[in-house]
């Protein structure tokens, strides 16, 4: 069975970091995309980075420069440093195992910056 478990997250002022774990067990992780995607109040989900299995990643834009994906595949776990917070990056954080034939989430952590 797979598990993906999120952890790190909290409230933190403007500018601040925060660095968010996700352990993953019942799945090798290493073949896998992972990603960390996010849901604010009223809105949808939306990826924020993804880690690709061949090394690469993506951003959304408006975190370009200030999140950072990157993944300890001995260890099963993805992470996701943010500096520079801003108050519009609020959200419920999950983490996502991606691959051909089929996806996880992870339940969530909550990420609350304020101004």
């Known amino acids: 069975q797979v598990q993906l478990v999120e952890s790190g997250g909290g409230l933190v002022q403007a500018g601040g970091s925060l660095r968010l774990s996700c352990a993953g067990s019942?799945?090798?992780?290493?073949?896998?995309?992972m990603g960390w995607y996010r849901q604010a109040p009223g809105k949808q989900r939306e990826v924020v980075a993804r880690s690709f299995s061949g090394g690469s990643t993506i951003y959304l834009d408006s975190v370009k420069g200030r999140f950072t994906i990157s993944r300890d595949n001995a260890k099963n776990t993805v992470y996701l440093q943010m500096n520079a917070l801003k108050p519009e990056d609020t959200a419920v954080y999950y983490c996502?195992?991606?691959?051909?034939?089929?996806?996880?989430w992870g339940k969530g952590t909550l990420v609350t910056v304020s101004s």
């Open positions: 996502h195992a991606e691959r051909r034939g089929g996806d996880y």
């Open positions: 019942g799945l090798i992780f290493s073949i896998f995309t």
